[in-house]
Nanobody, 120 residues
Framework: QVQLQESGPGLVKPSQTLSLTCTVS??????????WSWIRQPPGKGLEWIGY???????YYNPSLKSRTSISRDTSKNQFTLQLSSVTPEDTAVYYC????????????WGQGTQVTVSS
């Protein structure tokens, strides 16, 4: 059973960089053929895909967030990390990490989500 757990600060000041880590257990982030994604849900809105890092280390980002987003990984810790720079209150959301199959593009495992609030 694969488990994902998000961690990071719950409060970030405007203009700073939001940094979250997803720790994966029960499966390796280098296993073919999965993408490891970050997704968020602002209050009162739908899910928004932020980006992913693939099993081979390639990354792909939502074009609307690309200029501010970086996703990296630490294979020794089986973790992947989101960094979102120059945050504003509009980046306030519940942030999720999730695993997506490269075959059918379905998300089969999710973290529980972590609330991040951008406020001074």
């Amino acid at each position: 059973q694969v488990q994902l757990q998000e961690s990071g600060p719950g409060l970030v000041k405007p203009s700073q960089t939001l940094s979250l880590t997803c720790t994966v257990s029960g499966g390796s982030i280098t296993t073919n053929y999965y993408y490891w994604s970050w997704i968020r849900q602002p209050p009162g809105k739908g899910l928004e895909w932020i980006g992913y890092i693939g099993y081979a280390g390639s990354t792909y980002y939502n074009p609307s967030l690309k200029s501010r987003t970086s996703i990296s990984r630490d294979t020794s810790k089986n973790q992947f990390t989101l960094q979102l720079s120059s945050v504003t209150p509009e980046d306030t959301a519940v942030y999720y990490c999730a695993r997506q199959s490269a075959y059918d593009r379905e998300y089969d495992y999710w973290g529980q989500g972590t609330q991040v609030t951008v406020s001074s």
